[in-house]
């Protein structure tokens, strides 16, 4: 059954860099079929996609947030990864890694637990 | 952006009522690219309803989505104690994909 797993801080500072990765088990971030993706929820507040990674490397953003987002994927680990910089407070926030199907593929139809990441100084 | 504007934003009922959510959009979803989600507390989204009225896997039937363009409804027939959640739609016509704020399915 297909898991999705986040890692990484769950406390930072303000201007530093958030780096939260997603290990996905059975099922291969390189197979083609899917896309990967990442979503946030501030507390209390709703969803926002933040964006995704194709099976061959490419990337979509939010316009929101592309300025300061990079996705990336490591296929020989079966992870992919965030990095947001230059953090602040708005970016407090449950950060969820999902699996992306449907013809567009922006339906998420497989989610990871989820990861508190607080910004604070 | 489309941007998805949910109502009513609480909706207070009893077990064995029908809840009946509605999802607007500012521009249409073609080919019904909308889907529904159910959040519980501490928990992650889970699919529910894709391409506006197909149930996900493993989802029971009292759950029944429908629309199209601009106007969509998800139904709960006779809630279940387990249905009381907050509801999202989604659209994935048009990147960047976007949710709506979200109903609150509470008990009355």
């Known amino acids: 059954q297909l898991q999705l797993q986040e890692s990484g801080p769950g406390l930072l500072k303000p201007s530093q860099t958030l780096s939260l990765t997603c290990t996905v088990s059975d099922d291969s971030i390189s197979s083609g079929t899917f896309y990967w993706g990442w979503v946030r929820q501030p507390p209390e507040k709703g969803l926002e996609w933040l964006g995704s990674?194709?099976?061959?490397?490419?990337?979509y953003y939010n316009p929101s947030l592309e300025s300061r987002l990079t996705i990336s994927a490591d296929t020989s680990r079966n992870q992919f990864s965030l990095s947001l910089i230059s953090v602040t407070a708005a970016d407090t926030a449950i950060y969820y890694c999902?699996?992306?199907?449907?013809?567009?593929?922006?339906?998420?139809?497989?989610w990871g637990q989820g990861t508190l990441v607080t910004v604070s100084s | 952006e489309i941007v998805l504007t949910q109502s009513p934003a609480t909706l207070s009922l009893s077990p064995g009522e029908r809840a009946t959510l509605s999802c607007r959009a500012s521009?249409?979803?073609?080919?019904?690219?909308l889907a529904w989600y159910q959040q519980k507390p501490g928990q992650a989204p889970r699919l529910l309803i894709y391409g506006a009225s197909t149930r996900a896997t493993a989802i029971p039937d009292r759950f029944s989505g429908r629309g199209s363009a601009t106007d969509f409804t998800l139904t709960i027939n006779s809630l279940e104690p387990e249905d009381f959640a907050i509801y999202y739609c989604q659209q994935y016509d048009s990147s960047p994909w976007t949710f709506g704020h979200g109903t609150k399915v509470e008990i009355k």
């Open positions: 990674i194709t099976y061959s490397g490419n990337t």
């Open positions: 999902a699996r992306l199907g449907g013809y567009t593929r922006g339906l998420f139809d497989s």
């Open positions: 521009q249409s979803v073609s080919t019904s690219y």
